[in-house]
């Protein structure tokens, strides 16, 4: 069975960091193409970043850039979302999912719709 488990969410300060962790189980990490999506209240679920195993790609959206940095762990089939100077506008419910194909157009990892497996989301509060 199939199963992706985020954690590390929470409650911090603006300009705090938080490490969110999503961990596989039920197939391997490698050669997947795991991404964290993003939900906040009355709003779409958005693209935040992307790591494609298959080539160590990383992709990130224009409002994390800089400031979010996605990692991966083969050995124990976890993927990390370090989150670092949070704002109130990164207050979401953080969600991970897995892609087993590949990409054939640009930006189609912010595309939930391509994604087979998510996670049950983790919350994440940053107070103005």
């Known amino acids: 069975q199939v199963q992706l488990v985020e954690s590390g969410g929470g409650l911090v300060q603006p300009g705090g960091s938080l490490r969110l962790s999503c961990v596989a189980s039920?197939?391997?990490?490698?050669?997947?193409?795991i991404a964290w999506f993003r939900q906040a209240p009355g709003k779409e679920r958005e693209g935040v970043s992307c790591f494609s195993s298959s080539d160590q790609n990383t992709y990130y959206s224009d409002s994390v850039k800089g400031r979010f940095t996605i990692s991966m762990d083969n050995a124990i089939d976890t993927v990390y979302l370090q989150m670092n100077s949070l704002k109130p506008e990164d207050t979401s419910v953080y969600y991970c999912?897995?892609?087993?194909?590949?990409?054939?157009?640009?930006?189609?990892?912010?595309?939930?719709?391509?994604?087979?497996?998510w996670g049950q989301g983790t919350q994440v509060t940053v107070p103005s």
């Open positions: 999912a897995a892609f087993q194909g590949a990409f054939t157009r640009p930006n189609m990892w912010s595309v939930e719709s391509i994604y087979d497996y």
């Open positions: 039920g197939f391997t990490v490698d050669y997947k193409v």
